[in-house]
């Protein structure tokens, strides 16, 4: 809603603001069904007192195109002089309604709606700080790129096999012994979760994922028709798995390094024990293992380089580490599931940036990309120190937390239930945005997923006390 009324015209602001809503009706732009946003928001969307609002409301509400509902808000409405108006429109309320594909939690919404505001103190925020980027870095390197006429063309079904190849030697690294035709280039983590959930499993599969997950703040295997089941990593998980998975295919998500949100690592003990359980009951393994490169600690084992029996999809990723905007992430597997995954891809995106994968392509076969890993990792740890410090002093008596062991936060957990909505919102109008516990777990009203990554060190120091003094206990 980027129109407002001109303050300078012959009409009036409730003229022109009745108007522009009734051309937005007219044009199918507001559909029937589709909600305005409350009257506060809309004041202050156009630039107007609330009273102009209120007015423009009313009249519109008179002429019949629209209603209140009571505790819902106000609606276009489906009156007979709207019939009328909409016989030329399908109903496109109806169609979102019905579709396949659901909708983000409404936290997520306005999580998704304010990170876009300059003025908000971001303290969950997943991404890079701007000045952690190495933008001019990447600027340089353009200029020792170059580029042929079938290099920015549609790439290969796979990807760019320049980047295959250089993905398959770097990737030794970690352990993972790959051909370049066992790896497929995805934009990012989560367009292979897409991938994975349409690609290889029946509708009603079962998706195992550790307690709290990730996976319950964005929806690619449940939009697919899949159960989540959230389990917990003890001595019953073989039990656990046997006795839920049933005649249904199933497959478990795991984030063993780093985890997201918790920050937690699998010990070398527990990936082996995992590996072994899902290879018993032939369960497939996602390994998630984006964050792996920022680890503070010497490096973990990757569960894929303990795969014997082509066992575990294992996903990469450069957005949390060189560029989110690069779009650039992999899939390794069986070259069966990858060459079905390649084909899934071409179906709805005929392949990532040809740009993009040349830039990453450089950046690892040249060296760049772990020279600035390692100074990445170095900024991260003094940034983690710096929250460390402020929680010590200020969190002490009401919240607990581990140290962080890398990547980008830290599990904050307050002494009582107090991460509400309630809560989420007053921070919002205090222009700090948080990522509260519940949308990882619906059930938990305790924790903050805390964010080290993204806000200055100014504004990480003025966000944590917004946050101490807004806490009722």
Same mark, same amino acid.
């Given at each position: 809603?980027?129109?407002?009324?001109?303050?300078?015209?012959?009409?009036?602001?409730?003229?022109?603001?009745?108007?522009?809503?009734?051309?937005?009706?007219?044009?199918?732009?507001?559909?029937?069904?589709?909600?305005?946003?409350?009257?506060?928001?809309?004041?202050?969307?156009?630039? *107007?007192?609330?009273?102009?609002?209120?007015? *423009?409301?009313?009249?519109?509400?008179?002429?019949?195109?629209?209603?209140?509902?009571?505790?819902?808000?106000?609606?276009?409405?489906?009156?007979?002089?709207?019939?009328?108006?909409?016989?030329?429109?399908?109903?496109?309320?109806?169609?979102?309604?019905?579709?396949?594909?659901?909708?983000?939690?409404?936290?997520?919404?306005?999580?998704?709606?304010?990170?876009?505001?300059?003025?908000?103190?971001?303290?969950?925020?997943?991404?890079?700080?701007?000045?952690?980027?190495?933008?001019?870095?990447?600027?340089?390197?353009?200029?020792?790129?170059?580029?042929?006429?079938?290099?920015?063309?549609?790439?290969?079904?796979?990807?760019?096999?320049?980047?295959?190849?250089?993905?398959?030697?770097? +990737?030794?690294?970690?352990?993972?012994?790959?051909?370049?035709?066992?790896?497929?280039?995805?934009?990012?983590?989560?367009?292979?979760?897409?991938?994975?959930?349409?690609?290889?499993?029946?509708?009603?599969?079962?998706?195992?994922?550790?307690?709290?997950?990730?996976?319950?703040?964005?929806?690619?295997?449940?939009?697919?028709?899949?159960?989540?089941?959230?389990?917990?990593?003890?001595?019953?998980?073989?039990?656990?798995?046997?006795?839920?998975?049933?005649?249904?295919?199933?497959?478990?998500?795991?984030?063993?390094?780093?985890?997201?949100?918790?920050?937690?690592?699998?010990?070398?003990?527990?990936?082996?024990? +995992?590996?072994?359980?899902?290879?018993?009951?032939?369960?497939?393994?996602?390994?998630?293992?984006?964050?792996?490169?920022?680890?503070?600690?010497?490096?973990?084992?990757?569960?894929? @380089?303990?795969?014997?029996?082509?066992?575990?999809?294992?996903?990469?990723?450069?957005?949390?580490?060189?560029?989110?905007?690069?779009?650039?992430?992999? *899939?390794?597997?069986?070259?069966?599931?990858?060459?079905?995954?390649?084909?899934?891809?071409?179906?709805?995106?005929?392949?990532?940036?040809?740009?993009?994968?040349?830039?990453?392509?450089?950046?690892? @076969?040249?060296?760049?990309?772990?020279?600035?890993?390692?100074?990445?990792?170095?900024?991260?740890?003094?940034?983690?120190?710096?929250?460390?410090?402020?929680?010590?002093?200020?969190?002490?008596?009401?919240?607990?937390?581990?140290?962080?062991?890398?990547?980008?936060?830290?599990?904050?957990?307050?002494?009582?239930?107090? *991460?509400?909505?309630?809560?989420?919102?007053?921070?919002?109008?205090?222009?700090?945005?948080?990522?509260?516990?519940?949308?990882?777990?619906?059930?938990?009203?305790?924790?903050?997923?805390?964010?080290?990554?993204?806000?200055?060190?100014?504004?990480?120091?003025?966000? +944590?006390?917004?946050?101490?003094?807004?806490?009722?206990?």
């Amino acid at each position: 809603m980027n129109w407002k009324p001109d303050r300078h015209s012959h009409l009036s602001l409730h003229i022109q603001i009745v108007d522009w809503f009734t051309t937005r009706i007219e044009q199918g732009e507001w559909p029937v069904g589709t909600k305005l946003p409350p009257q506060r928001k809309l004041a202050e969307l156009l630039g *107007v007192n609330r009273s102009t609002i209120i007015e *423009v409301l009313d009249e519109l509400k008179a002429d019949g195109l629209l209603e209140t509902k009571r505790g819902a808000g106000t609606f276009v409405s489906n009156n007979s002089w709207n019939v009328l108006l909409n016989k030329s429109q399908p109903n496109w309320h109806k169609h979102i309604e019905a579709s396949i594909h659901k909708p983000n939690y409404h936290t997520i919404q306005l999580i998704n709606e304010y990170e876009q505001v300059s003025s908000m103190i971001r303290l969950g925020t997943g991404e890079l700080s701007p000045d952690l980027l190495p933008t001019n870095l990447l600027e340089q390197s353009l200029q020792s790129i170059s580029l042929h006429a079938r290099d920015i063309g549609y790439s290969e079904p796979k990807g760019s096999k320049k980047l295959r190849v250089v993905l398959s030697d770097y +990737l030794q690294k970690r352990g993972i012994h790959t051909s370049p035709e066992s790896i497929l280039i995805v934009s990012g983590a989560l367009q292979a979760l897409q991938l994975i959930s349409v690609g290889l499993l029946e509708p009603q599969s079962i998706v195992f994922q550790e307690h709290p997950s990730y996976l319950n703040s964005v929806h690619p295997f449940q939009s697919a028709g899949m159960h989540m089941l959230s389990i917990e990593r003890n001595e019953h998980l073989a039990e656990t798995l046997k006795a839920t998975r049933g005649k249904r295919q199933s497959l478990f998500y795991s984030m063993p390094t780093l985890h997201n949100p918790t920050g937690n690592n699998l010990t070398i003990e527990e990936r082996k024990e +995992l590996l072994r359980i899902c290879a018993e009951l032939q369960i497939p393994i996602v390994e998630d293992d984006v964050y792996a490169e920022l680890l503070f600690a010497e490096s973990l084992p990757a569960m894929k @380089s303990m795969d014997q029996a082509g066992q575990v999809m294992y996903i990469g990723s450069v957005s949390k580490t060189l560029s989110p905007g690069l779009r650039i992430g992999w *899939v390794v597997a069986p070259e069966p599931v990858i060459n079905r995954l390649a084909d899934i891809k071409m179906q709805t995106d005929y392949g990532s940036s040809a740009f993009s994968q040349e830039i990453v392509a450089h950046w690892l @076969s040249t060296g760049l990309y772990e020279k600035h890993v390692a100074s990445l990792r170095q900024q991260l740890k003094e940034r983690t120190l710096f929250v460390e410090t402020i929680l010590e002093k200020d969190f002490d008596q009401i919240a607990t937390w581990e140290k962080s062991k890398g990547g980008f936060y830290i599990w904050l957990r307050f002494n009582d239930p107090v *991460v509400n909505k309630a809560l989420f919102l007053k921070l919002i109008k205090q222009s700090v945005l948080i990522n509260p516990g519940y949308i990882y777990d619906p059930n938990d009203l305790h924790h903050i997923r805390l964010s080290y990554a993204y806000a200055t060190l100014e504004e990480l120091k003025e966000g +944590l006390n917004i946050l101490l003094t807004s806490v009722d206990f």
